[in-house]
């Protein structure tokens, strides 16, 4: 975690992929939408997802794929088939 926000890191399962991030947002329509009007490479456009988050991706030069996330509710994993892992 930094400060309220998080960042998620992969590396990508494909060879010469790029990796993937996940951030943290407050408006992910308006982040989108600021990134759109300053030319950025959009993936996937806003989406609603049953686990409660609302996401779009756009890549960079690199290839690397940027997920943002704007958290919508706090949904139980059963209610959209996860499973919850406790420690």
């Known amino acids: 975690m930094y400060g309220d926000g998080a960042v998620v890191a992969t590396q990508g399962g494909e060879p010469g992929g790029g990796h993937s991030l996940l951030v943290s947002v407050e408006d992910a ?30 890549v960079d030069l690199g290839g690397h794929h940027w997920t943002f996330s704007q958290s919508l509710a706090d949904v139980d994993p059963a209610d959209w088939g996860g499973v919850l892992v406790e420690e």
Do not use: C, F, N
């Not at 939408?33 to 996401?55: C, F, K, M, N, V």
């Open 29 to 58: 329509d308006a982040h989108h939408d600021h990134a759109l009007a300053h030319g950025a490479r959009i993936a996937s456009p806003p989406t609603d997802y049953p686990y409660g988050e609302r996401q779009y991706t756009a």
